[in-house]
T-cell receptor, first 108, second 116 residues
Framework: QKEVEQDPGPLSVPEGAIVSLNCTYSNSAFQYFMWYRQYSRKGPELLMYTYSSGNKEDGRFTAQVDKSSKYISLFIRDSQPSDSATYLCAINTDKLIFGTGTRLQVFP | GAVVSQHPSWVICKSGTSVKIECRSLDFQATTMFWYRQFPKQSLMLMATSNEGSKATYEQGVEKDKFLINHASLTLSTLTVTSAHPEDSSFYIC????????????FGPGTRLTVT
């Protein structure tokens, strides 16, 4: 079983939609959860990180962790074409363990 | 803040030659730097971790004699791909972590290496 599992997509939504991106992880000891956005042929950009359970909101982005089900989510409200990118979840255990990334396409 | 640069952004080299990639933290001191490679439509794979002034720690399956990593200062790490082969062609990305942001890594823009 992989330590972090993420649906690779692609996910295609219309502009303005609410997007839900999800990952599951295997080790209940994990505490730090990260979300990165990567545009084509660029390095990943840190979007948000959360510690333990709960929600964290930053503008149109909300990160959510459910430790009981070992499930992490990133919600994007009012999605824009500029949000089209690959979104990577990662577990931070001193080193980053990445999911495979989900390709998101927001069309006008 | 937290800007990481890489140079070059794109390089083509011939088989058998060596190529050096630089990674710099521009506005913070990076006590730890990481090197990743990424194949098309795949996720990032950690190659090695380096701490300033120490030898790099390589992930399983990564040849340390082929991928030489030097982290000589708190703002600079280099990756040298020696005796490059076409299968080394990939996107190489570094990241840096400072003292304050223990659990935050900031990534460089990546270097695309093509070996002919």
């Amino acid at each position: 079983q992989k330590e972090v599992e993420q649906d690779p997509g692609p996910l295609s939504v219309p502009e303005g939609a609410i997007v839900s991106l999800n990952c599951t992880y295997s080790n209940s000891a994990f505490q730090y959860f990260m979300w990165y956005r990567q545009y084509s042929r660029k390095g990943p950009e840190l979007l948000m990180y959360t510690y333990s359970s709960g929600n964290k909101e930053d503008g149109r982005f909300t990160a959510q962790v459910d430790k009981s089900s070992k499930y992490i989510s990133l919600f994007i409200r009012d999605s824009q074409p500029s949000d089209s990118a690959t979104y990577l979840c990662a577990i931070n255990t001193d080193k980053l363990i990445f999911g495979t990334g989900t390709r998101l396409q927001v069309f006008p | 803040g937290a800007v990481v640069s890489q140079h070059p952004s794109w390089v083509i080299c011939k088989s058998g030659t060596s190529v050096k990639i630089e990674c710099r933290s521009l506005d913070f001191q990076a006590t730890t730097m990481f090197w990743y490679r990424q194949f098309p439509k795949q996720s990032l794979m950690l190659m090695a971790t380096s701490n300033e002034g120490s030898k790099a720690t390589y992930e399983q399956g990564v040849e340390k004699d082929k991928f030489l990593i030097n982290h000589a200062s708190l703002t600079l790490s280099t990756l040298t791909v020696t005796s490059a082969h076409p299968e080394d062609s990939s996107f190489y990305i570094c990241s840096a972590r400072g003292v304050r942001g223990r659990y935050e890594q900031y990534f460089g823009p990546g270097t695309r290496l093509t070996v002919t």
